[in-house]
């Protein structure tokens, strides 16, 4: 009989492109978590939650390649209902309730959604294949005061978990007046064989690297950006980058556009009026976003939070009018030690066609996505979050024969609210339990051997004074604050209580 061949032992390794979250920075989000429904929820925005996992139907054209289902998301195909994947983001999934349940949904529908995404995509530093979302949308109002409620509801979110004033910013644009810009290229063109009709239709295939090139912006400035829609460009690197191809007279408008930024709002709104020309939808677009504004600043939301930026351009094909975008504008150092802003940590806009996939009739609906792991990374960078979290207090055992007293003692302290367990190793070795509790970041530990059980005591050991003292505290800090205290059994809740106040 041929010897069976032994299984090798599975790799304890994390997937590529994923990660694991331990204690503090699980503590960290849940807490932003919360503080972010707080204030949606104060909005009046309702909790939902989804399937992690949709028909790729569903997903639609907005996944990152729809002749290859399984190309940018995790899908696979069932016997007998077809491809499905996990969701990629959050707002595909509102867009299919919204149409699923629409008989039984209050119209406008206010949601928030919070949980985890998935994309299948090439990782990096700092980006992963599955990362948290958070967002909030209405569905069937058209009205720019929707928009701008999602705009002022974002500011207020950004500062209640941790981002003052003058650390961030809320950029709006409306896609409507970048499509008035490309018309009015059109219009621009010389009445030839090369002009429109044939540029626009090219220009309409050329939509997507446009929008890209619009994007860079920020990076590239004005000079960088003509490039781009042009020949092309060398990078930092040397090489070449093709450009989008466009012809001065088609460039000249767009950038126009890019650089209608003036010193307030009036300004911005006149110079887009400008960019437009007489493009209907550009108009339109201006109007609406002088609403937003206006209704904003009837609310008290200046410039110094949320202001209009026309270099705004969300990269997403199904965004219909306003969008915009939350910077945060401090610097960081980066892993070279050169200083950098931090970017983006938020995004959205209005969207009137996704829900229309699956009604056939147009549903307005606008929305923004918080992404809660790159808002946590800057609040680390700017040394708002500790990574630290407190442990439970540790009661440990002296003698396994009286482990019901320590449950006893451990179950007072819970009732009363505190966190607390009972060593459960082997307790043999002392020492390994106080090393036990440093590695828990335990605040207390407390200690009952056969003779304090005797005398109706506990020794109580404050492992955070222990820390500071072991950091060079003075002999009489350590006289008027000793590290151990022996206290009476019966005060053992009100006496931890006193020293995790203290600490």
């Given at each position: 009989?041929?010897?069976?061949?032994?299984?090798?032992?599975p790799?304890?390794?994390?997937?590529?492109?994923?990660?694991?979250?331990?204690?503090a920075?699980v503590?960290?989000?849940?807490?932003m978590?919360?503080?972010?429904?707080?204030?949606?929820?104060?909005?009046g925005?309702?909790?939902?939650e989804?399937?992690g996992?949709?028909?790729?139907e569903?997903?639609?054209?907005?996944?990152?390649?729809?002749?290859?289902p399984?190309?940018?998301?995790?899908?696979?195909?069932?016997?007998?209902?077809?491809?499905?994947?996990?969701r990629?983001?959050?707002?595909?999934?509102?867009a299919?309730?919204?149409?699923?349940?629409r008989?039984?949904?209050?119209?406008?529908y206010?949601r928030?959604?919070?949980?985890?995404?998935?994309?299948?995509?090439?990782?990096?530093p700092?980006?992963?294949?599955?990362?948290?979302?958070?967002?909030?949308?209405?569905?069937?109002?058209?009205s720019?005061?929707?928009?701008?409620?999602?705009?002022?509801?974002?500011?207020?979110?950004?500062?209640?978990?941790g981002?003052?004033?003058?650390?961030y910013l809320?950029?709006?644009?409306?896609?409507?007046?970048?499509?008035?810009?490309?018309?009015?290229?059109?219009?621009?063109?010389?009445?030839?064989?090369?002009?429109p009709?044939?540029?626009?239709?090219?220009?309409?295939?050329?939509?997507?690297?446009i929008?890209?090139?619009?994007?860079?912006f920020?990076?590239?400035g004005?000079?960088g950006?003509?490039?781009?829609?042009?020949?092309?460009?060398?990078?930092?690197?040397?090489?070449?980058?093709?450009?989008?191809?466009?012809?001065?007279?088609?460039?000249?408008?767009?950038?126009?556009?890019?650089?209608s930024?003036?010193?307030?709002?009036?300004?911005?709104?006149?110079?887009?009026?400008?960019?437009?020309?007489?493009?209907?939808?550009?108009?339109q677009g201006?109007?609406?976003?002088?609403?937003?504004?206006?209704?904003?600043?009837?609310?008290?939301?200046?410039?110094?939070?949320?202001?209009?930026?026309?270099?705004?351009?969300?990269?997403?094909?199904y965004?219909t009018?306003?969008v915009?975008?939350?910077?945060?504008?401090?610097?960081?150092?980066?892993?070279k030690?050169?200083?950098?802003?931090?970017g983006?940590?938020?995004?959205?806009?209005?969207y009137?066609?996704?829900?229309k996939?699956?009604?056939?009739?147009?549903?307005p609906?606008?929305?923004?996505?918080?992404?809660?792991?790159?808002?946590?990374?800057?609040l680390?960078a700017?040394?708002r979050?500790?990574?630290?979290?407190?442990?439970?207090?540790?009661?440990?055992v002296?003698?396994?024969?009286r482990?019901?007293?320590y449950?006893?003692?451990?179950?007072e302290?819970?009732?009363?609210?505190?966190?607390?367990?009972?060593?459960l190793g082997?307790?043999?070795?002392?020492?390994?339990?106080?090393?036990?509790?440093?590695?828990?970041?335990?605040?207390?530990?407390?200690?009952q051997g056969g003779?304090?059980?005797?005398r109706?005591?506990?020794?109580?050991k404050d492992?955070?004074?222990?820390?500071?003292?072991?950091?060079?505290?003075?002999?009489?800090?350590?006289?008027?604050?000793?590290a151990q205290?022996?206290?009476s059994?019966?005060d053992?809740?009100?006496e931890?209580?006193?020293?995790?106040?203290?600490?």
């Amino acid at each position: 009989m041929a010897k069976q061949k032994k299984q090798p032992r599975p790799k304890a390794e994390t997937p590529k492109g994923f990660r694991d979250y331990f204690g503090a920075e699980v503590d960290e989000r849940n807490v932003m978590l919360a503080e972010i429904a707080r204030v949606y929820a104060l909005y009046g925005f309702d909790p939902l939650e989804t399937s992690g996992v949709e028909t790729v139907e569903a997903l639609g054209k907005f996944l990152p390649d729809v002749d290859r289902p399984n190309e940018g998301v995790f899908a696979w195909e069932e016997d007998d209902s077809g491809w499905v994947a996990l969701r990629y983001d959050l707002t595909a999934p509102l867009a299919r309730v919204a149409a699923q349940y629409r008989n039984d949904l209050p119209s406008p529908y206010r949601r928030y959604a919070m949980g985890p995404v998935w994309r299948n995509e090439k990782p990096g530093p700092g980006r992963f294949r599955q990362f948290y979302q958070c967002d909030a949308d209405t569905v069937g109002s058209a009205s720019p005061a929707a928009d701008a409620e999602i705009c002022a509801m974002l500011a207020d979110t950004l500062e209640a978990v941790g981002i003052p004033r003058g650390d961030y910013l809320v950029r709006i644009n409306n896609r409507k007046v970048l499509n008035g810009v490309l018309e009015n290229v059109a219009a621009s063109a010389p009445a030839s064989s090369d002009g429109p009709p044939e540029q626009w239709d090219r220009l309409g295939e050329q939509e997507d690297a446009i929008l890209r090139t619009i994007d860079k912006f920020d990076k590239v400035g004005e000079a960088g950006v003509r490039e781009l829609l042009g020949a092309g460009r060398k990078d930092a690197s040397g090489a070449f980058i093709d450009g989008v191809g466009l012809e001065h007279y088609q460039i000249e408008p767009i950038v126009l556009f890019l650089t209608s930024k003036g010193g307030n709002t009036k300004e911005t709104l006149a110079n887009l009026y400008q960019a437009v020309g007489s493009s209907e939808v550009g108009y339109q677009g201006i109007q609406e976003l002088e609403q937003i504004a206006a209704l904003l600043a009837a609310q008290g939301y200046g410039p110094d939070r949320i202001e209009v930026d026309p270099s705004v351009v969300r990269g997403l094909g199904y965004y219909t009018g306003p969008v915009f975008e939350a910077e945060l504008t401090f610097e960081i150092t980066d892993e070279k030690g050169r200083p950098r802003q931090f970017g983006s940590v938020a995004g959205g806009g209005r969207y009137d066609d996704l829900v229309k996939r699956f009604t056939g009739q147009a549903v307005p609906a606008t929305g923004v996505s918080i992404g809660v792991d790159r808002l946590l990374a800057a609040l680390r960078a700017k040394g708002r979050l500790s990574g630290e979290t407190r442990g439970p207090v540790v009661v440990t055992v002296m003698d396994r024969d009286r482990m019901a007293d320590y449950q006893a003692m451990v179950g007072e302290l819970r009732s009363a609210g505190i966190r607390a367990e009972v060593y459960l190793g082997n307790p043999k070795n002392f020492g390994n339990q106080l090393k036990y509790a440093d590695k828990r970041a335990s605040p207390v530990a407390v200690i009952q051997g056969g003779d304090e059980a005797e005398r109706g005591v506990v020794q109580l050991k404050d492992l955070v004074l222990g820390a500071k003292l072991a950091e060079g505290l003075t002999r009489e800090e350590w006289a008027e604050q000793p590290a151990q205290v022996e206290v009476s059994r019966a005060d053992l809740v009100a006496e931890v209580q006193k020293m995790l106040d203290r600490d």
